[in-house]
């Protein structure tokens, strides 16, 4: 059938079978074991409007489902979810009521979706310039639009209405013109409206029309013509692994697509492998345990505290400082996992500025303290949980990297209490010339003096990289 993408596994070809045990046997690629850091990109309809109310824990790519009954499916008595989003269900109603004529449809805001600024190339070029090593863009969020002319979405994506354009395409060929920089995609599972899924639902995911006739076939198409290294799903909650068939599609992704060899994927595959079984753990939106974890996991964030996609209505406040979003990129490296740090672009193709140059701050932070992040390893000690300043490590080789959060309060000496010195132990400050002078503390660690210098001799404006040699405790 062609919805079905078969894998034959008898074949001596095939290196994965269709079963968790085999397919988890697969390595997480190195490329992405080392890059550390990915920019994500939430991008779509959901773009014009831009709306939800503010500090109701909603999302704006969400309006279509608060607006829609009120945000009730066919199960919505017994869904948590809309339960959850009553305030955020509340405020998008009365915007669209204060704001758009009686009858007005979400599909309606199609014609608005002119990305008439979007430059790739320039995107390309904002990117590169955060030090993110791949980039993930919706390819189709939860509302079916898709950013491409997929063959299984007549009329409703990029090409055939909106911009007229085909967004994915036109960025994926940019950001393959950068160097270190690899390109993947965000891909819903379910639909909110789709009346074949709608109809599997009701059929308690007994039949799989939806899967068949819709998914399968899409998937195939978008990593099949589009070759993205990250093929990150969501939107599986409602139904099991089997329904999605999602173990024989990553089999077919890992042995016979066109990215079997780099490719990764993320676990959110069905409501009974959800964070335990996929090529990392993602878990839940900005998932960050703050300890050591037996399988590779991603942070998934999002600058704008409220939304994933871009609101009109956000306040400076409720962005990501720069220190803020520093701190989250050290816990998370530190304990061995990536961030996914996501911007939301606006309906007709400009990267808000604020997203621009946090990209751009971090690219500045990366220039100098990259060896810190890149290609590291998780110490023995992740958190020095003893000393009076905020220290996460990373390691590489035979050195340990101390990533300082705060200058410390005694301004010419830093506490390295999970550090055990020998005698040919060096520190350096990273972006500094010459080794700086320690001396090791009766209680264990060692104490580092630092260099004064004139504010514009620091290496940089956040959070400070040392470098220890020749530890003991390597």
Known sequence: MEGNIIVEQTSPKLKYSATWESLESRPVPQWYEDAKIGIFIHWGIFSVPSFVGVGTKGLSEWLWYYIRDQGKDDNWKTEAWAKHHVNSIQSSLEFMQKNYRPGFQYQDFVRDFTAEF???DHWADVLASSGARYVVLTS????????WPSKRSWNWNALDVGPH?????????AVRKKENLKFGVYHSLYEWFNPLYLEDKRNNFTTQEYIQAKLMPEMHEVVSEYEPDVFWVDGDWEAPCAYWNCTQFIAWLYNQSPVRDTVVTNDRWGSDVHCKHGGYLTCHDRYNPKAKQTKKWENC???DRESWGYRRNAKLSEYFTMEQLLTTVAQTISYGGNILINIGPTHDGRIPPIFEERLKQLGDWLKVNGEAIYGTTVWSDPEDKLSNETIYYTKKDTSVYAIVL????????????????????????????????WKQRPEGGMVVQLPRLLPSSIPCQWAWTFKLTKLKNL
Do not use: C
């Open 140 to 147: 189709k969020h939860h509302e079916g639009f898709t950013l």
């Open 118 to 120: 979007f430059d790739p």
């Open 406 to 437: 705060q200058w410390p309060e005694a301004e010419e000496a830093l506490v390295f209490s999970s550090a055990i010195p020998t005698e040919e132990t060096s520190v350096q400050w990273v972006g500094y010339k010459g080794s700086l002078k």
């Open 165 to 173: 354009r085909n967004l994915l395409g036109d960025l994926a060929a």
């Open 301 to 303: 964030m999002t600058l």
